[in-house]
Structure formats: C-alpha cells, structure tokens
C-alpha cells in the first residue's frame, strides 16, 4: 500500500492507493499533520510508502519522524516526470503543477491536454500531444476572491461560495456571488476557448477543490476529477520507480 499526501496552500489532501485503487480520501488542516497521518498509518498498516508532493509551509522533517513506520519519497523538480519541460524559469515552476502535468501525459497519452487545478489559486497547465510542457497561467481561486473583496474594500462581507441566483445580483451578496462566480467560469471557459484558437482538439481536465462545484458552471465539456492530483502523485511515483 501506498499513502500520497499533498501539502497545498491552504490544505492537506492524502490519499491511500492499492496499486491503482483509490483506498480512502482524506483532507486535513496542516496543524493536525502528524496526528492525521499518524492516524492513517495506524489504519492502513501494510502501508510501506509514503510520497509527498509539497507546495504549502510545512517542514520536511516533520515527514521524516514517520520514517520508522514507511519509506519517505519526496517528488521535487529532481524527480523524472514523463514530459519535457519548456518553462522558461523551470525551477520555479510548482512542483504540485509538475504532478500534474505528470499524471496528463501518463493518463492520457498522445494528446493534447489542459489540466485546469482549482484550489487556492486557479492554474492552467499544458501539456502538448509530444510531451512538451509548455505552460499556462495563474489566477485567484474562488476563496482568495472572495477575501479580497471583504480585505481591499471597506464595507463588503466576507461571504462563501454560493451560485448565483441570477447573473444580475438585486443585493449586494447576490451581486458578490455573480461577480466571483460568474467571473470564474467566465475566466475558465475564456481561457479554453483561447487554447482552441491554437489547438483543434485537447482534453480538459478539471481538478482541485472546487472541482464540483465548477463543473456545472462550465459550458465546455471537461474531465472533472477532484482526486485527479493524488492519482497523479501515485503514478508519478510508478514512473520514477520504473
């Protein structure tokens, strides 16, 4: 058994895999790190790896105190991965972006892909039918929005996501919810249709925490899988054992 664990910015996301079976999901506050994946270890004792893939501010020897129990694995931009990178500043591209990318070449080969991530930040990566990694963007994620809006301004809440009644908000919380929601899918599908101004065909794959919830606000037609990052960091892992 393997457990697959994902530091990100604002959560943890862990995963035990049977090979290629998804075992049990789970999501945690970095606080409870060791307790969780203390808890995990103890559940699932056949566990004999852990691989971690780590983007948030959480120190790499705390991992290390589970060595008595697993093997550690950490991917890093040393680890291989199935593609050729072209970023023009590599090393600073996101080791979580790299996983994916990963798992799109080796889930789907021979195509083009677009791996969309909604998290904290919304990311776009693309990868082309040669394995070339070519790159994307970055922008706020649906939380950050609405933060910035209760942050920057003087008098708006702090609301949490909700779609929109209608696209023209009556009230100030309607007129939030259509702005960043509306906004986001308005971002994603504009972003889509410029990649198809280059590229005929592509799969999308829709990723990350708000993967449900935006799945339904889309007009294009995606691949959505939330877990679609642990499965990466299993099969990114297979790779480099390989």
């Known amino acids: 058994m393997l457990l697959t664990i994902d530091v990100g910015n604002t959560r943890i996301k862990a995963a035990v895999f049977e090979q290629n079976t998804l075992v049990e999901f789970f ?34 020897e705390l991992f290390l105190s589970f060595e008595s129990k697993a093997e550690i694995y950490f991917i890093t931009h040393e680890s291989k991965f199935p593609f050729t990178n072209l970023y023009t ?94 906004g986001v899918a308005s971002e994603i599908d504009g972003f889509i249709n410029l990649y198809k101004t280059q590229y005929a065909k592509f799969i999308i794959i829709l990723t990350g925490g708000d993967t449900e919830f935006l799945a339904i606000q889309l007009k294009n037609t995606i691949f959505a899988n939330s877990n679609f990052l642990l499965e990466s960091l299993n099969q990114t892992f297979q790779y480099n054992q390989k």
């Open 27 to 60: 999501v945690f506050t970095k606080d409870v790190l060791l307790t969780e994946t203390n808890y995990i270890l103890n559940k699932f004792q056949r566990i004999k790896k852990i691989v971690v893939a780590s983007v948030g501010n959480v120190e790499k």
């Open 89 to 182: 500043t590599p090393t600073t591209l996101g080791v979580d972006r790299m996983v994916l990318a990963s798992g799109a070449v080796l889930r789907f080969p021979n195509q083009n892909r677009l791996v969309i991530d909604a998290g904290t930040c919304i990311t776009y990566d693309f990868i082309d039918a040669n394995d070339n990694y070519l790159g994307g963007a970055i922008s706020p994620g649906i939380r950050l929005r609405y933060q910035s809006l209760n942050d920057y301004t003087a008098k708006l809440p702090l609301l949490t996501k909700k779609e929109p009644e209608n696209f023209i908000g009556n009230t100030t919380h309607e007129s939030i919810h259509s702005g960043v929601i509306n």
